[in-house]
């Protein structure tokens, strides 16, 4: 904070402190045609460079976020076809500009949901040298946004960081990112449009527990961070050597290749080739496929997700999309975005708690569940130095049992054994009786029926939609998939077939199919499933 900011944004009342437009000009490029609110001439180049990111004229309007010295800005760009609109500048056959929005504080989220309509605004009226209506913004978001108190702090600070997005994004990789991030290595995400990048940047940095709420002011922690604060030393001290960066633009990347840890975004497609080699990033993130692109061999085998961790990821994500999919207004607590950063928070106290039994003679904690391998990397930081350096060690291992947070939690697997014992001990009872009908019977027509077939058929649908499309047991509900299809199959040949062909297997037609399946499933689950 420099100049005439430094008074508006240390008085405590002023969350927004400057707003301008930039434009994108075919000979002079990015600038900054008019602000409101003191803007320093560094800020304004910063601005400027950022405002519109690269690949941004591929869309027609997105969001970025980034930071300017101490402030963290919001931007929202759109275009428009220059004859719609009235602008002298205009110099194209497309208009480009962005509204930005300068912030003491990181309200990512809160502000651009305003700023967002805005700017839509804006453009629809389609007067761009009028800017009675940015000029209202700037006199009243203030007040919309209100002082930050404890009671509406969560609101203004997470509000907008959809954390249901960012695990259907990066599926069980949403962990192994997270704990990429407590290693202090050098790691880009890209994607184009901007926005998903720095979505995931924000949204990934949210998880760690009192990060942002420290940065609005400890005096606003809630009775459990404060508490946190005082056992574990919270926030974390991982972004205290990191540099990170929402969003940088391409002339940002030679003022951070000398940087030896950084997380930062970028909508430039250079990243994905050889000719950023001078950022020797070691962890490229694809955000639009989803890829994680390891540069760094020991990383990657060291973010690799222990059992117990693939355990915990997959019951976030399942009751996160089962919040998601809840239909209208979903009120309840467990699946929302304040539960999921509840969830990262529980993993990191039960790992600290853990590695910090771990350095006891007497410790009785298993730390093989978190990947050694991950836990000798964390052990090379300087936020690991800070935190066994800033604790009292008896105080962490009994506020949190030192064990793994899914230590107590049972697989899907384990869940799906228990299902199909019960399942299989009453379709017993139903395919014998139905069997022992069909060869007694005079009408076997009438005997065969639906019942057997409908009940299997809707068991196995019903497991088939509760893995839906999670690789990792796809290959059961296949099994039993194909099953079922092959026995429905042999329900449309006639009936007298179907009824020799039970009656030359002597544990019945569907009893074998059955059993076929299950012996494919247990061996699976002995294999491939144990992973």
């Not at 005439?4 to 075919?26: P, R, S, T």
């Not at 009872?429 to 069997?435: C, D, H």
């Amino acid at each position: 904070k420099s100049g005439m900011m430094d008074g508006v944004a240390n008085d405590g009342e002023k969350l927004v402190v400057a707003l301008c437009v930039a434009n994108f000009h075919h000979i002079r490029g990015c600038e900054i045609e008019w602000s409101t609110g003191e803007l320093d001439e560094k800020m304004r180049e910063e601005i400027s460079a950022r405002a519109l990111p690269d690949q941004s004229h591929e869309v027609t309007t997105d969001h970025c976020y980034f930071k300017t010295g101490s402030f963290y800005c919001v931007a929202c760009y759109r275009q428009v076809e220059a004859h719609l609109v009235e602008d002298a500048e205009a110099s194209r056959s497309m208009v480009q500009k962005s509204v930005v929005a300068v912030s003491t504080q990181p309200l990512y989220g809160a502000v651009r949901v305003i700023l967002g309509a805005y700017t839509k605004a804006y453009f629809a009226m389609g007067l761009f040298a009028d800017k009675t209506l940015l000029e209202n913004f700037y006199a009243n978001v203030n007040t919309r946004l209100g002082k930050v108190t404890a009671s509406n702090r969560d609101e203004l600070v997470f509000r907008g960081i959809d954390l249901q997005g960012l695990l259907q994004r990066f599926n069980d990789n949403t962990l192994a990112l997270f704990k990429v991030l407590w290693l202090e290595k050098r790691v880009i995400f890209y994607a184009s449009p901007a926005s998903g990048a720095v979505d995931s940047i924000v949204g990934l940095v949210s998880l760690f527990p009192n990060m942002f709420a420290s940065i609005v002011g400890p005096q606003f922690y809630t009775a459990g961070e404060a508490t946190d604060a005082k056992i574990f030393s919270f926030p974390l001290k991982n972004f205290e050597k990191t540099r990170w960066e929402p969003y940088l633009t391409l002339q940002d990347f030679e003022s951070i290749q000398s940087n030896q840890s950084y997380v930062f975004g970028s909508s430039n497609s250079l990243v994905l080739g050889p000719a950023v080699s001078k950022l020797r990033a070691d962890l490229i993130v694809n955000v639009n496929t989803g890829i994680l692109h390891w540069n760094d061999k020991e990383l990657s085998e060291a973010c690799q997700l222990s059992p117990k961790d693939v355990q915990f990821i997959q019951h976030v994500r399942a009751k996160a999309a089962a919040h998601k999919t809840g239909g209208g207004v979903n009120t309840a607590y467990e699946g929302s975005n304040d539960w999921i950063r509840e969830a990262f928070g529980m993993w990191s106290k039960s790992f600290l708690s853990v590695a910090t039994d771990a350095t006891s003679s007497a410790s009785v904690s298993d730390i093989s569940t978190f990947n050694p391998a991950w836990v000798n990397l964390w052990s090379r930081t300087d936020n690991y130095k800070h935190f066994f350096a800033s604790i009292n060690k008896e105080l962490v291992i009994t506020y949190v049992k030192p064990q793994h947070v899914a230590a107590d939690m049972k697989t899907f697997l384990d869940e799906l054994e228990d299902v199909v014992g019960v399942r299989l001990s009453t379709l017993g009872g139903m395919i014998s009786e139905a069997t022992n009908g069909w060869t007694s019977s005079s009408e076997p027509d009438q005997i065969v029926g639906e019942a057997p077939v409908e009940s299997v058929t809707n068991f196995i649908s019903s497991i088939y939609n509760k893995v839906g499309s999670d690789e990792s047991v796809q290959s059961v509900a296949s099994l039993w998939s194909s099953a079922i299809s092959s026995l429905t199959e042999e329900t449309s040949r006639p009936v007298e077939e179907a009824t020799t062909t039970q009656t030359n297997n002597s544990g019945g037609f569907w009893g074998g199919m059955l059993a076929s399946a299950t012996e494919k499933y247990l061996a699976w689950g002995e294999g491939e499933g144990k992973k």
